[in-house]
């Protein structure tokens, strides 16, 4: 018989804890919630009900069951008022020793049959186990921010729980309408331990000025369609909880990405805590508020036009792949006049092909008029001459990522070029410099690097070199504008900040399936739901293709030479096979059969 649970003990009622007892008392559960002291139980309350009223403005939970949920929540700052519950779940602060005292005190309370939880992160279940009488009923209940939305649980079993305590736990989370994985002891579990080295590494970004705050927000957001970007996520989490996590991870994986980069330190010491002191990487209009306000890194109003761009009409583009198809149609589109240079007739006629195809489909769409579609078609003139970019008021370069290639083209260009003419490369791995170098004008050339396919996202990274100067990116800013693309801003690196930040993360929970701690299918599950991401590690690495993702791997290990960038074995093994996913129909997974 399934153990029931009616009455549930959550200690500790921040950021998790309320939020838990919000999803147990919503599944008809009554709560006795403990904390501190009354200051601490007022704020609860106030969470609670900001949270419901939001609930119930969205039409998801009525006034009646509104009221109905927050009455079967009672809170008391006595530990012993948990005399009668089934189940406690702990969400103080993550600090093992405090966990363990309450640990310690609860086992002596409550009835021996009741099963301990942690909402931990990342500590060990097996060390708070052990400081109670009955380790084999100590499980870890993993809950995601916000809880009442966020669908995962990852249930922690260790090397000592009861199979039919993990048993009735699955069942309960069930009912309680969550999506739970079971898995090991081991710190951060599945999806810290691949989120918190991503963000700890934008943290890095934004301490080194790599990129603005909102730059890498937005990049993640617009490049990989996140829900939100890191450092808002931090903010979210609440930096103080997300050190410690990373503390706790550094000490077990001794990896440098999980070491905490100083700025955490330096924020939390300041009382930056993010949303929940109403300040971090973001300030907000009070404590616990969502709502972001200006502040002194806000990008000024009319920052932006203090240098204004080069004229540009005429663009050409150098390329015939599916990145050069793909910004041919999108500045045809917006009006700007384009010579395609291929390297013969019948690359070109293709890629102009492609480009009729794409137009003529978003017109059966209504999202083009037939007019629109014959004037862009107009605008678009095709050579196999690079002297017919003479007159262009900027190149945008997108042949094979292969240095040599792209170099002899920048020579060429800067050689028929008109002067004053904005040199652009689509690269997305090697130095902009490189491209520069080539040429006698390194101050004009740029990177764009648009994310593909080209017509559809919105992302644009504009990459300045050690040379690029100021009106050069100030007209990479125009034009985004005029193509209805978000542009960000950073310097010439491997990986730039979307690469960068996605690769690595993808690489962790190769090494994760290496491992053998979870399955890729938990894998991407826990991804999905816990962390709300479009797409699971393996299910993007097939589509992006292996020998692909492998190669930005190297890339950004030799640039950075962090030991935990080294590609995993495994990837390598899937590249060698031929299994380079979707695109060879097997890869992390087979395609073949369907
Ligand atoms: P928080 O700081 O927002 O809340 C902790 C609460 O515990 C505070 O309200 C504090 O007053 C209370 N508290 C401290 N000592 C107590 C005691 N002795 N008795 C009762 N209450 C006490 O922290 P949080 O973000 O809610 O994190 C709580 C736990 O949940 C941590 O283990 C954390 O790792 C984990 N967690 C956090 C997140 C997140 O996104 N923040 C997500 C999943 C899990």
Same mark, same amino acid.
């Given at each position: 018989m399934a153990r029931e649970f009616e009455v549930v003990g959550v200690v500790g009622l921040g950021t998790m804890g309320a939020g838990i007892a919000e999803v147990f008392a919503r599944n008809g559960l009554r709560v006795v919630g403990v904390e501190l002291d009354d200051a601490a139980i007022a704020r609860a309350r106030t969470h609670l009900e900001h949270s419901t009223a939001r609930a119930t403005e969205r039409g998801k939970l009525t006034e009646q069951d509104a009221g109905a949920l927050l009455e079967r929540i009672s809170m008391t700052t006595d530990l012993n008022d948990l005399s009668e519950v089934d189940l406690v779940i702990e969400a103080v602060p993550e600090r093992l020793d405090l966990k363990a005292e309450i640990f310690a005190a609860v086992d002596k309370i409550v009835r021996p049959d009741v099963v301990l939880a942690s909402n931990t992160s990342s500590l060990s279940l097996t060390e708070l186990s052990v400081r109670t009488g009955r380790p084999a009923r100590v499980v870890g209940m993993h809950f995601f921010n916000p809880a009442p939305v966020q669908q995962l649980v990852e249930l922690v079993r260790t090397v000592v729980t009861e199979q039919d305590v993990v048993d009735d736990m699955v069942a309960f989370a069930g009912r309680i309408g969550k999506v739970p994985v079971v898995i090991g002891?081991?710190? /951060?579990?599945?999806a810290n331990a691949l989120l918190f080295g991503y963000l700890n590494h934008a943290a890095r970004m934004f301490e080194e000025r790599y990129a603005s705050r909102e730059d890498i927000d937005a990049a993640m957001r617009f490049g990989c369609g996140y829900p939100m970007g890191p450092l808002a996520l931090l903010d979210l989490i609440g930096l103080d909880t997300a050190y410690e996590i990373l503390m706790t991870m550094y000490n077990q994986s001794k990896n440098l990405m999980h070491a905490p980069t100083p700025v955490f330190k330096q924020m939390i010491t300041a009382g930056l805590l993010g949303r929940k002191s109403g300040r971090g990487f973001y300030s907000y209009d @009070?404590?616990?508020?969502p709502k972001v306000v200006a502040d002194a890194h806000s990008p000024a109003d009319g920052a932006a036009d203090a240098v204004s761009g080069r004229p540009v009409q005429l663009v050409g583009v150098v390329g015939t792949g599916t990145m050069a198809t793909g910004i041919v149609e999108v500045l045809a589109k917006a009006g700007l006049d384009v010579v395609v240079r291929g390297r013969s007739e019948g690359k070109i006629e293709a890629a102009v092909g492609a480009v009729k195809r794409s137009l003529d489909k978003a017109v059966v769409r209504g999202r083009l008029s037939e007019e629109d579609r014959e004037a862009a078609i107009a605008r678009i003139r095709a050579t196999?001459?690079?002297?017919? *970019?003479?007159? #262009?008021?900027l190149v945008i370069e997108a042949v094979a990522e292969e240095i040599d290639i792209k170099r002899a083209v920048f020579e060429t260009l800067d050689e028929v070029c008109k002067p004053g003419a904005i040199l652009a490369t689509t690269t997305s791995s090697l130095p902009v410099i490189d491209c520069a170098a080539a040429t006698a004008r390194a101050g004009d050339v740029v990177g764009l690097h648009f994310f593909n396919p080209a017509q559809v996202m919105k992302l644009v990274e504009v990459v300045s070199t050690i040379a690029t100067a100021p009106d050069v990116v100030a007209t990479a800013r125009e034009l985004c504008t005029r193509l209805r693309k978000h542009a960000v801003f950073c310097g010439?690196?491997? @990986?730039?900040i979307v690469n960068a930040l996605l690769f690595p993360y993808l690489n962790d929970a190769v090494k994760m399936l290496e491992a053998h701690y979870a399955s890729a299918d938990d894998i991407d599950a826990a991804m999905k739901t @816990? #962390?709300?991401?479009? *797409? /699971?590690p393996f299910e993007l690495l097939d589509v992006v293709g292996l020998d692909v993702s492998l190669a930005i791997e190297q890339t950004l290990y030799q640039e950075?030479? *962090?030991? /935990?960038?080294?590609?995993?074995p495994l990837l390598e093994h899937l590249v060698t096979a031929g299994r380079l996913g979707r695109k060879t129909g097997q890869g992390f997974r087979d395609y073949s059969a369907r």
């Open positions: 002891d081991r710190a /951060g579990f599945i @009070g404590p616990d508020s196999v001459n690079l002297e017919d *970019m003479a007159d #262009c008021d010439d690196r491997a @990986g730039f @816990g #962390c709300a991401l479009p *797409m /699971g950075f030479r *962090m030991a /935990g960038y080294a590609p995993a």
